[in-house]
């Protein structure tokens, strides 16, 4: 079974600019996450879908970040216009219905703004 | 204070060698607990979940104390492919899944 993919596995942008990131989660699965590592910290929780309904999004950082999930099925997150602290990887995560479930990770998208 | 906290290390230890691994969560309210388990420029990987009671996993034992607010890891008889950086993460209760990590602790285990 595939796991978690997500695309591109590298970005390189210059401030100003936009990029779309994507993710496609296990097929089946409900609930799919966004999260966000930044160097030197801590993973960080950005949102939550439940099919293609946002549950939470406490966690985006501010208005230049948009989480779209088409259908319940694969999911972008767009950066628009990117500044310099956006960069970081982005983790999406996705599990089966029952929220407690396991959180199965995709490789990430190593996003470097300049 | 940081939400979860873990010694970030790094721990290097010889084959064979017993670790142990100590985090502290400061939200009260968290319910669930995960030891995951991350590779140099990999995904995170859920390792073992957290109980109450305690458990274990063949080498890996985690141990969860509610009033203290505290979770450990320990290894046992270490391995070269145990090398890696461990992840402690909370789950609130309410929060509808949303994974709170600690930094990590970076482990190194050398022949």
């Known amino acids: 079974e595939a796991g978690v993919t997500q695309f591109p596995s590298h970005s390189v942008i210059e401030k100003g600019q936009t990029v779309t990131l994507r993710c496609d989660p296990i097929?089946?699965?409900?609930?799919l996450y966004w999260y966000r590592r930044v160097m030197g910290k801590e993973i960080k929780f950005l949102l939550h879908?439940?099919?293609?309904?946002?549950?939470?999004e406490s966690g985006m950082p501010n208005n230049r970040f948009l989480a779209e999930r088409t259908g319940g099925t694969y999911s972008t997150l767009k950066v628009q216009p990117a500044e310099l602290e956006d960069s970081g990887v982005y983790f999406c995560?996705?599990?089966?219905?029952?929220?407690?479930?396991?959180?199965?990770f995709g490789p990430g998208t190593r996003l470097t703004v300049l | 204070r940081k939400e979860v906290e873990q010694d970030p290390g790094p721990f290097n230890v010889p084959e064979g060698a017993t670790v142990a691994f100590n985090c502290t969560y400061s939200?009260?309210?968290?319910?669930?607990f995960f030891w995951y388990r991350q590779d140099c420029r990999k995904e995170p990987k859920l390792l073992m979940s957290?109980?109450?009671s305690g458990n274990e996993d063949g080498r890996f034992t985690a141990q969860l104390n509610r009033a203290s607010q505290y979770i450990s890891l320990l290894i046992r008889d270490s391995k070269l492919s145990d090398s890696a950086t461990y992840l402690c993460?909370?789950?609130?209760?309410?929060?509808?899944?949303?994974?709170?990590f600690g930094k990590g602790t970076k482990l190194s285990v050398k022949p």
């Open positions: 995560a996705s599990s089966q219905q029952m929220v407690e479930n396991e959180q199965f």
């Open positions: 097929s089946g699965h409900d609930n």
């Open positions: 879908f439940v099919k293609e309904s946002k549950q939470d």
């Open positions: 939200n009260s309210a968290s319910q669930s």
């Open positions: 957290v109980y109450s």
């Open positions: 993460v909370v789950n609130q209760r309410g929060s509808q899944g949303n994974l709170i």
